[in-house]
């Protein structure tokens, strides 16, 4: 059964940064696309960053390109998010999402309520 489980997530100052990881366990599938989300209090989840399968195509949302980035390490079975120059708007919980397969396509169009893997969330807190 396919486990993810965030982490680094914390509480930081507006302009700083901070880097969340995925890890995944138990995974069945060769080729597989990720994905984060996040989701603010009183909001629907709302994607963030997807990437295929192998790296080679990633994709953003406008509200976080250019500060984040998003990168895997398929040897160690990690998906990474690295997010600088936060901004209070930034404050949520941060959820990974995997897609079997080779193309992020389907998490860039995911809508809430979609998608069978996700991971248990890691809270990130921007203060300003």
């Known amino acids: 059964q396919v486990q993810l489980t965030e982490s680094g997530g914390g509480l930081v100052q507006a302009g700083g940064s901070l880097k969340l990881s995925c890890a995944i366990s138990g995974n069945p599938w060769s080729s597989y696309a990720m994905g984060w989300f996040r989701q603010a209090p009183g909001k629907e989840r709302e994607f963030i960053a997807a990437?295929?399968?192998?790296?080679?195509?990633?994709y953003y949302a406008d509200s976080v390109l250019g500060r984040f980035t998003i990168s895997r390490d398929n040897a160690k079975s990690t998906v990474s998010l690295q997010m600088n120059r936060l901004k209070p708007e930034d404050t949520a919980v941060y959820y990974c999402?995997?897609?079997?397969?080779?193309?992020?396509?389907?998490?860039?169009?995911?809508?809430?309520?979609?998608?069978?893997?996700w991971g248990q969330g890691t809270q990130v807190t921007v203060s300003s």
């Open positions: 990437i295929n399968w192998n790296g080679g195509s990633t």
């Open positions: 999402n995997l897609e079997p397969g080779f193309s992020e396509v389907p998490i860039i169009q995911r809508k809430p309520g979609e998608g069978d893997y």
